[in-house]
């Protein structure tokens, strides 16, 4: 029967089917985790969610993402590697959210989640990178997104509205490049993420946990390297960091300030993108609103450099570079006119 549809019907029931099962799931883990006593309780410094709340819907995520692309996908050597490590990394995550795991030994899966993609194919290869950074660029680029998407998962809603625009942005590139697996499992995580966000909105009843964040930092940090961005400028290797802006912004900011003030990158602080934003004045829906429509622009201006010779690229991304250390001279300023003892 799927012989007699287009590929974008195909993506389409590939997102709805996610869709529906990922509003299936989800309350089904939400109630397993509170059973299981797996939740995220509040306290006075960084976690300022009024209840206790359940983690796991990272793994409605994951098994939404999986029912869809069962029915409707043909499993090849890529999308394989994508599900393995996927599901590498859910394991690990799921291990995480119960505070078994060491820095080192969370890292430790994570290098075998991405290797599992790299042996599946789906690696950096690009003229303007030496062949023997390859490998190495691939590692240090997945693994950062893994952790940036982590550190963008600090409010209600904030996260998986984040990453559903990238998802819609790879649709497109997918269509673009006649990519039609990537458009269909792009759409299977747009519909997953689609679901959660009915129960994670603000106020959340339910939160990805580590197990949804490592989980999409995987697959968006993957899938972002194994498109064909081909164009009149060899700056269209940057596309990436400007669809991940957002994400990468924070956690380069975050670990900035953190060392600035001696601590450890990976410790809990206050200075985040929406932490910032916050102290502005916005409400969390205002804040995620306003991340959603960063993401947007900047997945839209992905597109735009497409097109753009080298110059205009190349001032297209510089503007974006120089904005974003402006935004971080606001925030670092504003933050020690507010603790002048700091």
Not at 87 to 93: D, E, H
Request: aromatic share 10%.
């Amino acid at each position: 029967m799927l012989q007699n549809l287009s590929p974008l019907q195909i993506s389409l029931l590939t997102g709805v089917i996610a869709l529906l099962a990922g509003l299936a799931t989800v309350p089904i883990f939400g109630m397993a985790a509170k059973n299981w006593n797996i939740v995220d309780r509040p306290d006075s410094n960084i976690k300022l969610h009024h209840t206790a709340t359940p983690y796991l819907g990272g793994l409605a995520i994951y098994l939404a993402t999986l029912v869809a692309v069962s029915f409707t996908l043909d499993f090849d050597q890529r999308l394989l590697g994508l599900l393995l490590g996927g599901t590498v990394i859910v394991l690990l995550g799921f291990i995480d959210d119960f505070k078994a795991l060491t820095p080192a030994q969370k890292l430790l899966g994570q290098v075998l989640a991405v290797t599992i993609g790299i042996k599946s194919g789906i690696y950096i290869q690009k003229e303007a990178i030496p062949l023997f950074l390859h490998i190495p660029v691939t590692y240090l680029w997945i693994l950062g997104v893994i952790n940036a998407i982590n550190f963008i998962d600090g409010i209600d809603g904030q996260a998986a509205s984040i990453c559903f625009v990238i998802f819609c942005a790879f649709i497109l590139w997918g269509n673009i490049n006649g990519d039609y697996a990537l458009m269909g499992f792009s759409a299977a995580m747009a519909g997953s993420l689609l679901a959660f966000l009915v129960f994670n909105a603000y106020p959340a009843s339910i939160f990805m946990g580590d197990t949804g964040s490592m989980f999409l930092g995987l697959i968006i940090g993957t899938v972002s390297i194994d498109i064909d961005y081909a164009g009149p400028s060899r700056l269209t290797i940057f596309i990436p960091l400007i669809t991940l802006g957002l994400p990468l912004f924070n956690m380069v900011y975050v670990m900035m300030i953190r060392g600035f003030m001696g601590m450890s990158p990976f410790r809990g602080t206050l200075d985040h993108w929406h932490d910032n934003l916050k102290s502005m004045g916005l409400s969390t829906n205002a804040v995620v609103l306003v991340s959603t429509l960063v993401t947007a622009v900047l997945s839209a201006l992905g597109f735009v450099v497409l097109f753009l010779n080298y110059k205009m690229a190349l001032l297209l991304q510089l503007t974006l570079l120089l904005l974003a250390l402006l935004t971080m001279a606001l925030f670092y300023f504003r933050k020690r006119r507010a603790s002048p003892s700091t």
